[in-house]
C-alpha cells in the first residue's frame, strides 16, 4: 500500500508547528545561531532559517541567503538531534552521606515531549542507529528510551545536496523511508508541500488540517525533487567490502599520514549524529556529604579515553583517528549490526583540518593496492 | 515515531542501570604494600560467576570496575562479596582506605565468565600473573569443590617479588592437597625465598598437563598473556580451549561509554573473559 499522501498550502505549515503544540509537544526545529544553522527550541515558523542554504565543504561552512523562500532549502544543521534525545550533560544519580552510610537516589525529572521538525533522511538513519546502541542491546538506557518514545518526527525529504553529503553511498537518503510520523517534501513552485504519513500520531496531526490528498502528479512532482537532490551528491564512500578491507588495515602506513594533519580535537565526534561515547564525572559540594555522578559526551580523541593503571593505550593520534574510522565503518557492524556512518557530511565540514573520512578510505586503499602489487611484482 | 523493535528487558520507570546500590566494608585484608582485599556486605543473596566483576564506586571519588574474587554468605543471611584491590590510581586508593563499616556503591556482576561446565574431565591449567590471580580465585575454589570432575590441575601464578604475591594464605592452604598443583614463581628474588625465579611461561613450558586436553584460564599483564599464549601453542594447547580475561578504562560497564573497546569487542559485556580465538589477532596491534 502506497503512503497517505496529502498535499498543505505554504502558508499553512504554521498551523502544522501550532497543531504538533497543542499536543503538548516543545518544538526542535532549524533556527540560525552564530552564523550556523542550529537546531533548537522554536514556537513558529518565524524562527526558520527562511531562504538561507548553507554552503559545506571539508573544513567550511557558510550561510547563503537564497532568492527563493525555502522553509528547508538547506542541508544538516550543525549540530544533531542526538543532542535532545541523548543530552549532552546528564544528572545519572546523587550520593549522600549519612549516619547509616551512603544512599543513593535517581533524580526525577520530567521528560520532555519533543517535536523534531526536520529531520533529514540521514539523520532518521543516525537515530535508528542510535536506538541500536541505547535500546537493543542488553541493557536499556531509559533516559533515552524516555525522551525517544515521546518523540513525534517530522522528516524532511531533501531538497538540495551539499558538497559533503554521500548518503546515497550508504542507502540513507536523501528521501526518508521509514522511521517518521510525517514526512514532507518541498515542492519546487514553494507554494505546496507534500506531506505523507508514517504513523497513527502522523495521521491524528494531519486531520487538524487544510490538506487535500495528493494527486499522482504530486508524486511525482516530489519524486522529481528526490531526483534533483541525488543528481547534487558528488561524494562517494564506496561500502562493498570494506569491513573487511578495513580490519585488513591496521598496519596501513596511510595512517601516519593522516596523523600528520589530524588535530584530535574531537570535533567530528561531537558533530557526528552517532556517535554515542560518553564518560562520568563525579562532583561534589564543600562539605562532601552530597556528591552527584553526570554523564557527558565523550570523545575517542581525548587522551583520557583510554587511560588506564599506567597511562592511556591510544597515545598517539594515529592510534585515535584509526580507532574512530575503523569504529564507524567496521567495528560499528560487528557491534550493532549496521554502519556507524550515515553519510551525513558533518565530520568533514567541522574538521578543522578538513579531513575527510570518505578521502581517507580511498588513500587506504591505494596503499594498500600499491603494495599487494609490489608483493606480485 | 517511536522506534519499531521494542526490547523485551524495557526498564521504562525502572532503576537505571547506572545506579548503584550500598554496600558495606564489613573486613578488610591487606594483602601486599599496594593490594588489599574488600569484603563487601550486600544485602540477600548475590549470584555471579567466577570471572565476572563488579563497578564500585567511593563517595565522590569515582567508579572502576574490580573483579570478583570470591564471596561468603553472613551470619544474617546477606552476601559478603570479596574484591581484591590493587592501588594504581585515586579511585582505587580511596577504596583501599575505606574504613570497615564504611558504605560504597556497588553494582553488577557484569561480563562474561571463565567457561567451566563444558570441560568436565579435561586437565585445567589457571595461569596468573600479579593481581590477576583475582578473578581466578573463585574459579579455582569452584574447581576445588568439584575436584573429582576433572583431570589434572594446576594453578601457575607468577608474582614480581615474593612481596607482591597475592592470596599468600590461600597459596599455602592450597599447596597441602595431593590433588591439585601449585607452582609460584618471582621475576626477581631475594635471600629466603626458595621458590622458582623466572616469569611464569617458564611454569607453563615444563607443567606435567595433557596439552591436547587442557583447558587454560590466563590473567594477567598483556604481555605476560602473550607470551603465556605463545608457550601454550608451542605446547599443542589448541587455541580453542584457552581463555583470557582482558582489561581496559570502563565508565559504565553496561556497553554504552564506548571507553573499553578492544577492536570489535567491548570488554564489559562480550568480555572480560574471551576465547582466544576470539581476540586472537588484537594482541599483538599496538595502542588497540
Redesign the interface.
Known sequence: MEPKAYILARESFEALLQSLKSRGYTLIGPTIRDDVLWYAEIQSVEDFPIGWTDVQGPGQYRLQKQDRDTLFGFTVAANTWKSFLFPPRLL??R?K?TEN????E?PTRSIPKLALIGVRACELAAI?VQ?R???????????Y??R??????LAVNCGTAAATCFCTSLGTGPKAS????LALTELPDGKRLLIEV??E??DEVIQDLPVHPAKPADLQEAEQVIQNTVSQITRELQTEGLQTFLYAQ??NPHWDEVAKRCLTCGNCTLVCPTC?????E???DLS?DL?E?W?TW?S?FSLE??????GP????A??RYR?WLL?KL??WI??FGTLGCVGCGRCITWCPAGIDLTEEVRSLQRLAHREVDHAKS | ???????D??????????????G?VVSRQRQTHDVITLGLEVPGTFSYHPGQFNML?V?????VPISISGHRTAENGHTVVFHTI?V??NVTQALARLKKG????IRGPYGSAWPIETFAGNDLVLIAGGIGLAPLRPLFLHVLEHREAFGNVFLLYGARTPADIVFRRDLEQWRKRFDINIEVTVDHAWAGWYGNVGVVTKLVARAPFDPVHAVCYICGPEIMMWFTVQTLRERGVPDTNVFLSM???M??A??????C?Y??E?IC?DGPVFPLPKIWKYLR????
Open positions: 545519572l544519580w550520593s552521606r552510610g551512603i544512599e543513593f535517581q535508528q536506538d546502541v541505547f535500546l537493543q542491546q542488553e541493557f536499556v538506557d531509559p533516559e528510551q524516555a525517544r518514545e515521546q518523540a513525534f518526527i521509514n522511521g517518521y510520523d508514517g504513523s500520531q502522523g591496521y598496519e554515542f561515547c560518553s564518560t562520568v563525579d562532583r561534589s562532601g556528591a555522578r554523564r565523550d575517542c579515553f583510554t587511560y588506564l593503571h599506567g593505550i591510544r597515545t598517539s594515529k592510534a580507532h569504529h567496521a567495528t560487528d557491534q | 515515531m517511536a522506534p519499531a523493535q521494542r526490547p528487558n524495557t526498564l521504562s520507570g525502572g532503576p537505571s542501570p547506572w545506579l548503584p546500590q550500598k558495606t564506586y563517595h565522590g571519588v569515582g567508579e590493587k594504581v590510581g564504611e558504605s560504597l556503591g582489561e581496559r578504562n565508565k559504565c553496561i556497553g554504552f561509554c564506548g571507553h573497546q577492536g570489535p567491548f559485556k596491534i599496538r595502542e588497540l
